[in-house]
């Protein structure tokens, strides 16, 4: 079953190639008006004129003409090979174009008022399949979405305009004046594309100097590597020569720790001269000593030497730049700081061991510090640049290092984006930077096909462009298999081994590293995986993924090792129905061991399939029994979009009459919409439940209902009616609680639910009594249900005032969320933690930290009992002085209302009395407070009613604050609210 690789090194030009390619689309601005008046010879004569100039200015960019038709041009960059810069040459071939045609004048008479020739211009980048063309389809025919789109924004540009897209430029774009980013809606393309509007070239000709006005990544890490800088610069300053050399891969961070050990140089007695070396069209002879030599051309008292250097002829000049740099270290101590060192030219390689061999000789202090990759051949091996330098590798940021990046670019951003970035970007600080870019521009998230841009691509393929043919064809089966590579399943497809010498150089180049696990491999970066899988062609993917699939069935193996992985390369080999059931067995054995993320991931995969099956009743029914199950999946993590699919999931079951399946898509959108705070309408679909399962006779249905409706109302603070539905479900799932997991955990959760009622209610003993007898099924196993009850245990902890206690729940709470992926839970422990700290301490972290929770929910459309964020935020906020985000807070908890969620508006309604007691409005802090007693006396809150008379105390708005100091001293010693007890003994 090995693989030809040779048919994926090499696939078959008369299927085509797929490439990711720039493409840049010129159009002549008004040609229509022109050819109106102007003569025929005329205006065949202008566009001779006019094709000589793009056949002239693209290729010497380093781009190729696919097409030329009338005046219009398509060219491309990136085709036979893929650079780095291709974006930045396609718009500086753009604005040369631009500034030829404007010079351009056409033959014979012109109107009056005719203004001269300018073009319009489009720049996109993306996968395109390219095929040999011929005289109809230009000299290459492209198919892919790019093309179009260059096209489309050309269409958009105004005369003498370029418009490129942030996706072909990135970081590029620094390197040109541009307009605001702005987004346009292309017609045939869903989404809006991000551009700007490019103006010229901006005064930067370094990639640092375009990363600084884009706003520089956070330094962090690289202690060590920057303490053996500054050692080695110690070391020169009392007389010797170093030649230290950086080497890491694109993005790892060389350029940044040299400027920041150049800004500790600078403190130093010594003379700073910096140069780089560049890969692009303005690359010169001896550049970074030239760069160098025009940075002192300003200096007063410049030294003679340098008038020597200006004046000598090329050939004498590395001699005089040579004399030059050896008599400034005769005078003081020199660093000299050569970036990208892999493009110098050789006349600069020749020049820096000169400098570095003469200097030695005649003992001067000089530390000559470069940067550069690897060699493209092994990245251990000594470059043919810098051989002869120590050299310091630069690794990738550590997994601690990485979060802080992360942290500082994104500090809202909820933990599961956060290590989805993190593993994305395997420790690169660019991709680290680009994927939060893509993440903020999301709204936070980070979504499939999101992992990288155009511009970053191009880098990665970049580097696979330059591996042997055999590396390359084996780094593209790696991406097929997966982030993860079996050693066994890569050498039954290519014959290569773990220890296969193309194996070990793709290590060697952090391509793929061994996993923890042994006999696996991993891809050092998902980005590189991602751009590498895209950039495979379709039917060498697909090929691959059948290929796999079969050695994956014929292996065999555990049910639960093999579902997800068929499910994966079934889909993309086409495989609808295969697909379709491994997803589906694959999500059922994720929800029994409670790995939700896996199991929504798997559902939501298996419902794609099926849309790929013929449409009969067994497909829609069996539609719908999956949503049901992603039901149960995301409730601790539920999303405005796993409610759609339950609404789509519910028009099925009604078009199709089936009463059962009716029912029990009502219960679970009563349910989902109760995990996302929906309380309202989660009622009203638990009633049609309830209706349709009793005239059906949906026994089992109408069992697990009065847990629902009790949950339900005692979310919407309806108690009276809330603990019989609560009291009825217990008895009936007591019952059945040593048949099935299952029962336990539903149980488990009704007892929850009782508690935080009792709670509420003040009855703290018997609520701890519940809460312990819900959590014995657990016993610290990281269940979804024990995050959840804990997280109520921690509220109630908080009402009593029991503050330790409470963060230690709060704290298990996060830790069991993150455990499985629960969003919800995760957050909701980490806000209640931080009220907890903030009430025992006033730490004054804990805004911060509740600010994040309530901003992690918001992108999943709100989230159960988010009053509580609210209030514990006005409460904070309030007490703080911040009036108008208090006051905001106050507003969100209220607003919490219209779903019935008041768990936080007797908190609110405190926080709005002490505001309006602050600025002396006595009669407006009354009437919050009388709305705060109201607040809780709806809920029959004991506790909220004593912190209220606590309030009231405090604030000594009348005379009868002594009574309510007296009365909320009584009631805490009641109800054992140790915390609230301490404050009002101050009193």
């Known amino acids: 079953m090995t693989v030809s690789l040779a048919s994926i090194a090499a696939p078959n030009r008369s299927a085509g190639q797929r490439r990711l390619l720039t493409v840049l689309f010129v159009d002549l601005s008004g040609s229509t008006a022109m050819a109106e008046w102007m003569e025929a010879e005329h205006y065949a004569a202008m566009l001779a004129d006019l094709r000589a100039l793009y056949e002239r200015i693209v290729p010497h960019h380093g781009g190729a003409i696919a097409r030329i038709q009338g005046d219009g041009m398509l060219a491309i960059f990136g085709h036979p090979e893929v650079r780095e810069d291709d974006g930045r040459r396609a718009t500086e071939a753009a604005l040369e174009l631009h500034a030829a045609v ?33 005289e109809m389809r230009g000299r290459y025919e492209l198919l892919g979405n790019a093309p179009n789109i260059a096209a489309r924004l050309s269409e958009a540009a105004k005369a003498d305009e370029i418009i490129a897209s942030e996706e072909s430029l990135g970081l590029q774009s620094q390197f040109f004046e541009t307009g605001p980013r702005f987004t346009l809606q292309l017609r045939g393309r869903a989404t809006p594309l991000a551009v700007y509007r490019v103006h010229g070239r901006a005064p930067v000709g370094r990639r640092f100097e375009a990363s600084v006005r884009r706003g520089l990544a956070p330094f962090v890490g690289r202690c060590r590597e920057l303490a053996a800088l500054d050692d080695a610069l110690s070391h020169v300053l009392t007389g010797h020569t170093l030649w230290l050399g950086l080497r890491a891969g694109a993005g790892v961070g060389k350029t940044r720790l040299t400027e920041e050990f150049l800004r500790h140089a600078a403190d130093q007695s010594v003379q700073i001269h910096r140069g780089y070396c560049e890969s692009y069209l303005s690359a010169e002879p001896l550049q970074p000593f030239l760069q160098m030599q025009r940075a002192l051309d300003g200096l007063h008292n410049a030294p003679p030497e340098l008038f020597a250097a200006q004046q000598s002829a090329p050939a004498q000049r590395a001699d005089a730049l040579l004399a030059l740099l050896l008599a400034l270290a005769r005078e003081t101590p020199q660093l000299v700081c050569i970036d990208d060192l892999q493009w110098a030219d050789d006349a600069s390689l020749r020049l820096l061991h000169r400098l570095r061999t003469a200097a030695q000789l005649q003992g001067l202090p000089l530390l000559l510090l470069t940067a550069s990759r690897p060699s493209s051949d092994n990245a251990h091996m000594p470059s043919a ?16 290092e990485a979060a802080r990046a992360v942290q500082q670019l994104l500090p809202t951003t909820d933990p599961f984006v956060a290590s989805e970035v993190q593993r994305h970007a395997g420790g690169n600080p660019l991709f680290i930077e680009e994927l939060c870019h893509a993440a903020a521009d999301a709204g936070g998230g980070l979504g499939e096909g999101q992992s990288s841009s155009a511009w970053l691509a191009a880098l990665v393929e970049s580097r696979v462009g330059r591996l042997p043919p055999a590396q390359a064809a084996l780094v593209r089966v790696a991406a097929v298999i997966g982030n993860v590579i079996p050693v066994w399943l890569l050498e039954t497809l290519t014959g290569c081994g773990e220890r296969h010498p193309d194996v070990q150089a793709l290590a060697a180049q952090d391509f793929i590293f061994p996993d923890q696990r042994p006999g696996h491999l991993r891809f050092k970066h998902g980005i590189t995986r991602d751009v590498v899988y895209e950039a495979t062609g379709l039917h060498e993917r697909q090929a691959l993924h059948r290929h796999i699939s079969a050695a994956l069935s014929a292996r065999g193996g555990t049910e639960d090792q ?61 539609w719908v029994s999956i949503a049901q199950r992603l039901g149960m999946a995301c409730v601790f993590d539920a999303s405005q979009d796993d409610l759609r699919v339950l609404k789509h999931a519910a028009q099925l079951a009604h078009a199709d009459g089936d009463a059962g399946l009716m029912a029990r898509t009502e219960y679970w959108l009563a349910y989902v919409g109760y995990a996302l705070g929906e309380t309202r309408d989660s009622l009203r679909h638990a009633r049609a439940a309830v209706d349709i399962a009793q005239q059906c006779g949906d026994q089992a249905l109408l069992a697990q209902l009065p847990g629902t409706v009790g949950q339900l109302q005692a979310a919407a603070a309806d108690y009276s009616h809330a603990l019989p539905m609560l009291d009825l479900a217990i008895t009936r799932q007591r019952a059945r609680a040593s048949k099935s997991p299952a029962n336990q955990i539903g149980l488990a959760y009704s007892l929850c639910c009782r508690a935080y009622v009792l709670g509420d209610q003040g009855e703290f003993d018997d609520a701890h009594a519940v809460f312990a007898e819900a959590l014995t099924p657990f016993d610290g196993s990281g269940h979804a249900v024990e995050a959840s009850i804990q997280g109520w245990r921690a509220a109630v902890l908080l009402w009593q005032g029991r503050w330790a206690e409470a963060r230690e729940a709060a704290a298990v709470a996060h830790r069991v969320g993150a455990q499985v992926r629960s969003l919800f839970t995760c957050a909701m422990g980490h806000a209640a933690g931080a009220y907890g700290a903030w009430m025992q301490q006033a730490d004054p972290t804990a805004r911060q930290h509740i600010l994040d929770a309530t901003a992690w929910l918001a992108p999943r459309g709100g989230g159960l009992y988010s009053s509580f964020n609210h209030g514990w935020l006005a409460d904070i906020l309030s007490t703080q002085g911040d009036a108008g985000a208090a006051r905001h807070h106050v507003a969100l908890a209220l607003k919490r209302g219209r779903q019935h969620d008041w768990i936080g508006g007797a908190m609110a309604y405190r926080a709005a009395a002490r505001l309006a007691a602050k600025v002396g409005d006595v009669n407006r802090a009354k009437r919050y407070l009388s709305l705060a007693r109201g607040a809780g006396a709806q809920r ?33 010693t009641r109800l054992g609210m140790t915390g609230f007890l301490d404050r009002a003994r101050q009193l």
């Open 562 to 622: 093999l579902h997800e992985p068929l499910a994966y390369h079934d889909a993309a080999a086409n495989d609808w129905h295969a697909a379709a059931r491994h997803a589906e067995a694959a999500g059922d054995l994720a929800l029994a061991a409670s790995a939700l993320d896996r199991a929504k991931k798997q559902f939501r995969a298996a419902l794609a399939a099926l849309e790929f099956l013929p449409d009969d009743d067994d497909r829609r029914r069996r």
């Open 385 to 400: 640049n810098d051989g002869d330098a120590a050299v310091i590798e630069l690794p990738p940021l550590t997994e601690d």
């Open 102 to 134: 404007r010079n351009l004048l056409p033959p014979g008479p012109r109107p009056a008022d005719f203004a001269g020739l300018t073009l319009h211009s489009g720049i996109h980048a993306g996968i395109v399949l390219v095929n040999e063309g011929d």
């Open 940 to 972: 029959n809150s004991a506790h909220e009613a004593a912190v209220t008379a606590l309030l009231e105390a405090e604030l000594q708005l009348d005379d009868r604050w002594r009574a309510a100091r007296d009365l909320a001293l009584a009631e805490f």
